[in-house]
T-cell receptor, first 114, second 119 residues
Framework: NAGVTQTPKFQVLKTGQSMTLQCAQD?????MSWYRQDPGMGLRLIHY???????DQGEVPNGYNVSRSTTEDFPLRLLSAAPSQTSVYFC?????????????FGPGTRLTVT | AQTVTQSQPEMSVQEAETVTLSCTYD???????LFWYKQPPSRQMILVIR??????QNATENRFSVNFQKAAKSFSLKISDSQLGDAAMYFC????????????????FGQGTILTVHP
């Protein structure tokens, strides 16, 4: 198993550009989520999905879109990048919501918006 | 809404000594999970230890143990015999055990504590 993979590892964008952060898992996990990590604020939930075709907003969803067409993939789209979206982004997955299983995190994507 | 607070932005310890990282949380729920995650410079989030709120016994994993005080809403991490490889950012996190509601599956993180280990 590759676990949770994220691409790219690093990205620099100009204000107003769009891009998609890719996330994939090969563990057949139902639950997937996106977090952003900012200094002094820990990780905050952007969007999550409890299964293919089902997504919902987290704590800081503005400026981000998601979709979940397959169990394996959960891409995060930035439609018009802003400097406030400079952050490290983590994708995570977990087998079944509501159980004690911990989340498995991807290696993260460091995004800089200039 | 649940909140998690780590009041120690930075801690340091001598190699082979013991250090305790503090975490407090606020919730109105009775059933939940608490976690400590380690984030080394590689950025990878690594689960260190997990505690289920309905269990009174404190969780332990080798050199890592917790002091879970449910009434005080406190969840500290003790690292014994500290090693250079323990140097990292440590995050405390909370997750509800309730299957319904908008918090379903969400991890709420504290701000993090940077641990430095001196040789």
């Amino acid at each position: 198993n590759a676990g949770v993979t994220q691409t790219p590892k690093f990205q620099v964008l100009k204000t107003g550009q769009s891009m998609t952060l890719q996330c994939a898992q090969d563990m057949n996990h139902e639950y997937m989520s996106w977090y952003r990590q900012d200094p002094g604020m820990g990780l905050r939930l952007i969007h999550y999905s409890v299964g293919a075709g089902i997504t919902d907003q987290g704590e800081v969803p503005n400026g981000y879109n998601v979709s979940r067409s397959t169990t394996e993939d959960f891409p995060l789209r930035l439609l018009s990048a802003a400097p406030s979206q400079t952050s490290v982004y983590f994708c995570a997955s977990r087998p079944t919501p509501g159980t004690a299983y911990e989340q498995y995190f991807g290696p993260g994507t460091r995004l800089t918006v200039t | 809404a649940q909140t998690v607070t780590q009041s120690q932005p930075e801690m340091s310890v001598q190699e082979a000594e013991t250090v305790t990282l503090s975490c407090t949380y606020d919730t109105s729920e009775s059933d939940y999970y608490l976690f400590w995650y380690k984030q080394p410079p590689s950025r990878q989030m690594i689960l260190v230890i997990r505690q289920e709120a309905y269990k009174q016994q404190n969780a332990t994993e080798n050199r890592f143990s917790v002091n879970f005080q449910k009434a005080a809403k406190s969840f500290s991490l003790k690292i014994s015999d500290s090693q250079l490889g323990d140097a990292a950012m440590y995050f405390c996190a909370y997750r509800t055990a309730n299957a319904g509601g908008t918090s379903y599956g969400k991890l709420t993180f504290g701000q993090g504590t940077i641990l430095t280990v001196h040789p």
